[in-house]
């Protein structure tokens, strides 16, 4: 039985990061979505909140569960027994970023491997900071994300649901 921790802020789920969960739910038996907590990342919704967002977003798939976690990356791997780690890759400008945590998390874990998907043009430059700053504007992020996580922004923003 091969489990596969794809970890991250979720602040909200995007398109671009289920379809790298998707595809590892494909390569691997079992997925599980860690949501960190992230506090010193300010997140627009609670660490609840992009708990649930992520498992409505992800229930169609099968094989993929969800889980909060608060204490270090290779904790949560270790406790939860997982050793393989997987994350998207966009543009090259994530490349300097996820290599730091990588060369860190391996540093404080050798038992944990780190594997990379790279992200489909389409989800190249789609962010959850971006997600965020469109829906705040009131834009339409529908093509972005999961319909419960556009009900979600607009409810966090005052926006009215009825689009014209
Ligand atoms: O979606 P993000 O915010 O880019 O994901 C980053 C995340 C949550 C994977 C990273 O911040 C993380 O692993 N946080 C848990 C705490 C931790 O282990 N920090 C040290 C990483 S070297």
Do not use: W
């Not at 594997?115 to 959850?128: D, V, Y």
């Amino acid at each position: 039985m091969k489990r596969a921790l794809v970890p991250g802020t979720f602040d909200p789920i995007t398109e671009g990061h289920l379809d790298i969960i998707r595809r590892a739910a494909q390569i691997f038996d079992e997925v599980v979505v860690g949501v960190a907590e992230s506090p010193n990342k300010g997140p627009l919704f609670s660490h609840e909140e992009r708990v649930e967002l992520a498992r409505q977003a992800t229930a169609d798939i099968k094989n993929v569960s969800v889980e909060p976690f608060t204490e270090l990356l290779v904790e949560f791997a270790q406790r939860i027994d997982v050793s393989v780690v997987v994350k998207g890759l966009r543009a090259i400008t994530d490349f300097e970023y996820e290599f730091q945590m990588t060369a860190l998390n391996y540093e404080l874990s050798n038992e944990i491997e780190t594997l990379f998907i790279m992200a489909p043009p389409k989800f190249m430059f789609l962010s959850s900071s971006i997600v965020r700053e469109i829906a705040r504007l009131g834009g339409d992020v529908s093509q972005f994300v999961s319909p419960c996580v556009e009900t979600a922004l607009e409810q966090k923003f005052g926006l009215n649901s009825a689009r014209g």
